[in-house]
């Protein structure tokens, strides 16, 4: 092994919403002019005359957005995390529809459930598991009194993470290297080796790239960015480094995602909703987050319904090289190199190297 060593972790945010009578999470200003709390808005708001908290169901990592956040269009100068789908109530009758929206261009999927109810009956078991398709609303539950004229409240608990949780991977499906042509890099950690940090579901069968910093990272495979966050500028190996990590997330067609993580500081180059090519170049390796030398994380992962809920585990993929394809898996040692255009082999296990 290379000594580098390395941990990324993603963690799906919790939004919280109160309800008594009235329309709730509709017309909420902008996410960027607010601070964020454990996922709900730090003032109020007052529809039909009574006072609610506002929320916001951020996707896919913890949400952060301060006052002066940058734009989605500026992703490598600030967090920025894809955030299109909103979890809100109406009235309808003399009860509530509880509603999905979701605003992107990829599907998401959304667990809810209600807690804290009183007087409640609703049409739904409850959690609530949904894929809330790109542009598209979806109908979670509705609920009514139990008994009429009598106190009517519920609080609506989300979260939702990019992908399609009831998707299939595509078994055909192969990944080219996340670097540039005639590039070649040894693999330090993958599964079936000697693995130091990899021993979570989240990143079970990742692979670890040691490169310098500022190395060219392109993408592996066509999709949707989801999650492109270059701000930070830290590394090392101490528990607060965890969450520390520059990454990119990218959605895709079959609704599985790929994650580029610790990248340099200032080192992303796209933003969450663009649509991105196999072989684009969209970022710069680093060494922030939980991290003892600089590398490349790349993992594959797809959405499961996990003892918390909603989460994302790793799962095996291949990658190739050469024209025509060469498909092959990483293995620890491998030294592999990033040929396309041209027929080229797959490189060999250098079992050795363990």
């Known amino acids: 092994m290379?000594?580098?060593?390395?941990?990324?972790?993603?963690?799906?945010?919790?939004?919280?919403?109160?309800?008594?009578a009235g329309r709730v999470?509709?017309?909420?200003?902008?996410?960027?002019?607010?601070?964020?709390?454990?996922?709900?808005?730090?003032?109020?708001?007052?529809?039909?005359?009574?006072?609610?908290p506002g929320v916001l169901l951020?996707?896919?990592?913890?949400?952060?957005?301060?006052?002066?956040?940058?734009?989605?269009?500026?992703?490598?100068?600030?967090?920025?995390?894809?955030?299109?789908?909103?979890?809100?109530?109406?009235?309808?009758?003399?009860g509530h529809r509880i509603v999905a929206s979701n605003r992107g261009i990829a599907p998401v999927s959304v667990m809810a459930s209600i807690k804290h109810?009183?007087?409640?009956?609703?049409?739904?078991s409850w959690p609530v598991f949904a894929v809330v398709p790109p542009h598209g609303e979806l109908t979670l539950g509705r609920s009514r009194p139990a008994v009429a004229g009598?106190?009517?409240?519920?609080?609506?608990?989300?979260?939702?993470?990019?992908?399609?949780?009831?998707?299939?991977?595509?078994?055909?499906?192969?990944?080219?290297?996340?670097?540039?042509?005639?590039?070649?890099?040894?693999?330090?950690?993958?599964?079936?080796?000697?693995?130091?940090?990899?021993?979570?579901?989240?990143?079970?069968?990742?692979?670890?790239?040691?490169m310098p910093v500022g190395t060219p990272v392109v993408a592996a495979r066509d999709g949707v960015v989801v999650k492109a966050e270059g701000s930070n500028s830290e590394g090392g190996q101490t528990p607060d480094m965890l969450r520390k990590a520059n990454s990119i997330r990218i959605q895709h067609g079959d609704g599985t995602l790929a994650t580029y993580g610790h990248l340099a500081a200032n080192g992303v180059f796209v933003a969450p909703g663009q649509r991105v090519v196999a072989g684009a170049t969209i970022g710069l390796s680093g060494n922030t987050g939980y991290s003892s030398s600089p590398h490349l994380h790349f993992a594959v992962?797809?959405?499961?319904?996990?003892?918390?809920?909603?989460?994302?585990?790793?799962?095996?993929?291949?990658?190739?090289?050469?024209?025509?394809?060469?498909?092959?898996?990483?293995?620890?040692?491998?030294?592999?190199?990033?040929?396309?255009?041209?027929?080229?082999?797959?490189?060999?296990?250098?079992a050795g190297n363990r």
């Open 2 to 20: 290379s000594g580098e060593t390395g941990g990324f972790r993603g963690l799906g945010a919790m939004a919280g919403q109160r309800y008594s």
């Open 25 to 52: 999470g509709a017309g909420l200003p902008a996410m960027g002019a607010h601070r964020v709390i454990g996922g709900k808005f730090a003032r109020s708001y007052k529809p039909a005359g009574r006072w609610l």
């Open 58 to 94: 951020c996707l896919g990592f913890l949400c952060d957005l301060r006052a002066d956040d940058t734009p989605p269009g500026r992703a490598s100068a600030a967090p920025a995390v894809y955030q299109p789908v909103t979890v809100y109530t109406e009235r309808e009758g003399a």
């Open 117 to 124: 109810a009183e007087n409640v009956h609703s049409d739904t």
């Open 150 to 210: 009598a106190k009517y409240t519920f609080q609506v608990q989300s979260k939702a993470l990019p992908g399609d949780l009831d998707a299939q991977p595509d078994s055909g499906a192969l990944y080219r290297l996340p670097f540039l042509d005639g590039k070649t890099f040894r693999i330090s950690q993958a599964a079936g080796g000697k693995i130091v940090t990899h021993n979570e579901p989240g990143s079970a069968y990742a692979v670890d790239f040691p």
């Open 301 to 350: 992962s797809q959405l499961r319904r996990t003892p918390e809920g909603l989460g994302t585990v790793s799962i095996p993929f291949r990658f190739y090289a050469g024209d025509p394809p060469a498909a092959f898996s990483p293995q620890q040692g491998m030294a592999a190199t990033a040929r396309y255009g041209v027929p080229a082999p797959a490189p060999n296990s250098t």
